[in-house]
Nanobody, 128 residues
Framework: QVRLVESGGGLVQAGDSLSVSCAAS????????MAWFRQAPGKEREFVAR????????YYADSVKGRFTISRDNVKNTVYLQMNSLKPEDTAIYYC?????????????????????WGQGTQVTVSS
């Protein structure tokens, strides 16, 4: 059983940068694929980014490609999401997710149903 705890959210202005983190415990972190999803008020949870267990492969939603970077530290059992050039439409609760399921391709990686473990979320608010 993996426990995920997000941190680092906050209130920033448009154009600013912010990094959120997700600390994992209770499992072998290096065997899990990790992802970030987000959910804005009144909207469905949407995929943001995913990183393979080794960190060699990443996927990004088109809406964040070139602005966000997902990374991981398998010694610290932590996955990060560096967010640059933030926009008001990036405002959401950001959730960390983990899975050991095999998955190939963007469509699978971005599927909510692939992930077995979820954190409680951290709020990111971008003011205009």
């Amino acid at each position: 059983q993996v426990r995920l705890v997000e941190s680092g959210g906050g209130l920033v202005q448009a154009g600013d940068s912010l990094s959120v983190s997700c600390a994992a415990s209770g499992g072998t972190f290096g065997t899990y694929k990790m992802a970030w999803f987000r959910q804005a008020p009144g909207k469905e949870r949407e995929f943001v980014a995913r990183i393979s267990s080794s960190g060699a492969t990443t996927y990004y939603a088109d809406s964040v490609k070139g602005r966000f970077t997902i990374s991981r530290d398998n010694v610290k059992n932590t996955v990060y999401l560096q967010m640059n050039s933030l926009k008001p439409e990036d405002t959401a609760i950001y959730y960390c997710a983990a899975t050991r399921n095999y998955c190939s391709g963007y469509g699978c990686a971005a599927s909510f149903h692939q992930y077995n473990y979820w954190g409680q979320g951290t709020q990111v608010t971008v003011s205009s």
